[in-house]
């Protein structure tokens, strides 16, 4: 199996990419490469690499995030389940600043989104059940959840325009609503 992808930057919102992989499907089921260093590592500026990743298992109407930070890109997608992905530009400086692009992501339109620092990253389940995957780069230490930012899930200068109406949130998630 060829190990390809399609890789598209973001027409909305500079610095995004959206990436499809080429997938094998036989009698056994489907099979397809989420990153090659060769493939993908340049996407990252040079010296950066992938450190960690992490997975998230939601349930139907599970909304996670607007969150982000300013050094961390990250790479998602949903490896089971339905999932709407949202990214919001959160670079103040930006001519896109607040503005968001969204994606269905399934088994039936596998994608994955690269997301560069100070971008708001977000999903919301779609299915019974979804999980959720991301790569993180980044140098030095994590930036972990006191040191990111939030927006709030329907902060109306953003407008998102979510596939849920009463999302499930975390404590978080709840606190920068009441805030909004």
């Known amino acids: 199996m060829a190990m390809e992808f ?6 909305k919102i500079k610095g995004v990419y959206i990436i499809t992989p080429n997938k094998f499907k036989d009698l056994r089921g489907e099979i397809w490469t989420g990153f090659t260093q060769e493939h993908l590592g340049n996407l990252v500026p040079k010296g950066l ?3 960690h990743d992490k997975f998230i298992n939601s349930h139907l109407n599970v909304l996670r995030g607007i969150h982000g930070d300013i050094k961390t890109y990250k790479l998602v997608t949903c490896v089971y389940g ?3 992905q949202v990214v919001v530009d959160c670079r103040k400086d930006s001519p ?6 969204s994606w269905e992501i399934s088994p039936q339109n596998q994608k994955l989104i690269l997301l560069p620092p100070n971008m708001g990253n977000a999903h919301c389940v779609l299915s019974k059940e979804a999980v959720y995957y991301y790569k993180l780069a ?3 230490e994590y930036l972990d959840a006191p040191d990111q930012f939030t927006y709030a899930w329907n902060d109306e200068r953003i407008g998102v325009d979510w596939k ?3 999302p499930i949130l975390s404590q978080r998630d709840i606190l920068a609503a009441k805030g909004n």
């Open 6 to 11: 399609d890789i598209q930057e973001s027409t």
């Open 49 to 51: 690499q992938f450190k």
């Open 82 to 84: 339905e999932i709407q």
């Open 96 to 101: 896109t600043y607040l503005k968001w692009e």
């Open 138 to 140: 980044y140098e030095g």
């Open 164 to 166: 849920v109406k009463n």
